[in-house]
């Protein structure tokens, strides 16, 4: 079935470092991809997506490339900022006419502490 | 609007109690959802619901039930509370066509004893 495998975390970093967090993902054909923050106490939110292969994603500094060739879409920010801080989650929603069509496929997700 | 509502925050069960997790939104959204969140694991799917009268299992179903009598609530129950389902719940809604897009409740966390 699909999947989708994140960076181990926790990542720490310091205010204006670059941040990446690796994603791949195993799906068959052409799944959408995501990224949703989960900011301390609350839900997840989704912070940025693409639906085709070399779409890019983007939202509040964040960015994030469908790349098919090696199944990625690693999130990155030139800039972090203390407010950043959060846990990141990479998912997939499978292609159309597959089983996990509809549905959303969670990685592990990774703590981000972003410090002064 | 109030966005997707949760009850309660917490709650804590004793091995072999039922209980109930609400879950309301008031966005119309046909979509609905459960997952629960544990440590290193990110989100599984429990159930979820296209529609008021339409209910189907996600992941990880056993040991819950849902229902969908109403566009706007969705309750879980746990028929038989085992410490495995010691976890965060959240409950999700989204339009239809925009499944991926799904608002998140705050979150019940759960601790079965």
């Known amino acids: 079935g699909d999947s989708v495998t994140q960076m181990e975390g926790p990542v720490t970093l310091s205010e204006e470092a670059f941040l990446t967090i690796n994603c791949t993902y195993t799906a068959t054909g052409y799944p959408s991809l995501f990224w949703y923050v989960q900011y301390p106490g609350e839900g997840l939110q989704l912070l940025l997506k693409a639906t085709k292969a070399d779409d890019k994603g983007s939202n509040k500094g964040f960015e994030a490339t469908y790349r098919k060739e090696t199944t990625s879409f690693h999130l990155e920010k030139g800039s972090v900022q203390v407010s950043d801080s959060a846990v990141y989650f990479c998912?997939?929603?499978?292609?159309?006419?597959?089983?996990?069509?509809?549905?959303?496929?969670f990685g592990q997700g990774t703590i981000l502490t972003v410090h002064p | 609007n109030a966005g997707v509502t949760q009850t309660p925050k917490f709650q804590v069960l004793k091995t072999g109690q039922s209980m109930t997790l609400q879950c309301a939104q008031d966005m119309n959204h046909e979509y609905m959802s459960w997952y629960r969140q544990d440590p290193g694991m990110g989100l599984r799917l429990i159930h979820y619901s296209v529609g008021a009268g339409i209910t189907d299992q996600g992941e990880v179903p056993n040991g819950y039930n849902v229902s969908r009598s109403t566009t706007e609530d969705f309750p879980l129950r746990l028929l038989s509370a085992a410490p495995s389902q010691t976890s965060v719940y959240f409950c999700?809604?989204?339009?239809?066509?925009?499944?991926?897009?799904?608002?998140f409740g705050p979150g019940t966390r759960l601790t079965v004893t």
């Open positions: 998912a997939l929603s499978g292609a159309a006419g597959g089983t996990s069509y509809g549905k959303l496929t």
């Open positions: 999700a809604s989204s339009y239809s066509g925009r499944i991926y897009e799904q608002y």
